[in-house]
């Protein structure tokens, strides 16, 4: 399934679902407004989901003159893969992760996290930025920031509905246990959406792309083994949402962890890389 098609799945499933509960919670008028508010979301989703996802951590841009040791790097990478020099992002988090976001390569950004920088050596971040340029060259951005963003709107339904069936007369209330029904159904229809539209394929991918315009897979495999190791014990608070946009998996806890799974596991990944098992690596 192509990433235009899996575009196309996504906002067409999310204008009908909006319809139908929409039909759902307030008739006629509901769906009307459903419709509306599915035409805003798919517009959204489309333009600015990068933006959204950038906005959600609290990403500052930064120039070459503020972190010429990124800069550098993605410069020259992004001279190797031909594809245009994306913008630069920082989040303010001491957890180790980043992510690339954008419709396109023409509007990609790159994001990195303090924690990243502070543990990784030259090599191994030069590996992750590889990885994350391999989103951006092999246009799979759109569909994942476009995932994330819907994937949010459901979400927000599903809490509308909850609060609107809480709210008003005893008779009112009857939607109270259809918006608790609705919070059930919908919160993994998000995640199963996100299942459908971003394949696991994409980080292996995205690794293969990455070592391939570095010449160095060890570097890349040793820094999914530290990112990995350093993650668990200072955990990112990540939305279920935006989860499938990192390098590696933020912790999203029981209850979300196993439904919002959007990762290989990363001693495969390190195998893949290096063609032996993780386990025996150096």
Do not use: C
């Amino acid at each position: 399934m192509g990433n235009t098609f899996k575009t196309a799945f996504l906002l067409t499933a999310l204008t009908l679902l909006m319809l139908f509960v929409g039909r759902l919670l307030g008739g006629e008028n509901g769906m009307i407004l459903a419709f509306l508010f599915a035409a805003v979301t798919n517009f959204i989703a489309y333009f600015y989901s990068d933006k959204i996802a950038l906005a959600t951590y609290r990403a500052q841009p930064v120039t070459r003159e503020q972190l010429p040791r990124v800069y550098a790097v993605v410069e020259r990478l992004a001279q190797k893969m031909n594809i245009p020099m994306p913008k630069l992002y920082v989040i303010p988090m001491d957890s180790p992760n980043a992510f690339a976001t954008g419709r396109n390569p023409q509007h990609a950004s790159v994001a990195v996290t303090q924690g990243i920088l502070n543990l990784l050596n030259d090599e191994e971040l030069e590996g992750v930025l590889a990885h994350e340029l391999g989103h951006v060259n092999n246009r799979d951005i759109l569909i994942s920031s476009i995932a994330a963003t819907i994937a949010g709107a459901i979400t927000m339904l599903a809490r509308f509905g909850f609060f609107f069936g809480g709210m008003g007369n005893r008779e009112d209330r009857r939607g109270g246990g259809m918006g608790g029904l609705l919070m059930l159904i919908l919160a993994p229809f998000a995640a199963m959406l996100i299942q459908l539209a971003v394949s696991r394929s994409r980080e292996y991918e995205a690794d293969a792309t990455g070592a391939h315009f570095t010449g160095n897979p060890y570097a890349l495999a040793s820094a999914l083994g530290k990112l990995d190791a350093y993650s668990k014990r200072l955990p990112m608070a990540a939305t279920p949402s935006t989860a499938h946009l990192f390098i590696i998996q933020p912790l999203l806890g029981m209850n979300f962890g196993s439904l919002f799974s959007t990762h290989p596991p990363i001693a495969k990944r390190i195998e893949r890389l290096t063609g032996r098992p993780a386990e025996f690596q150096a």
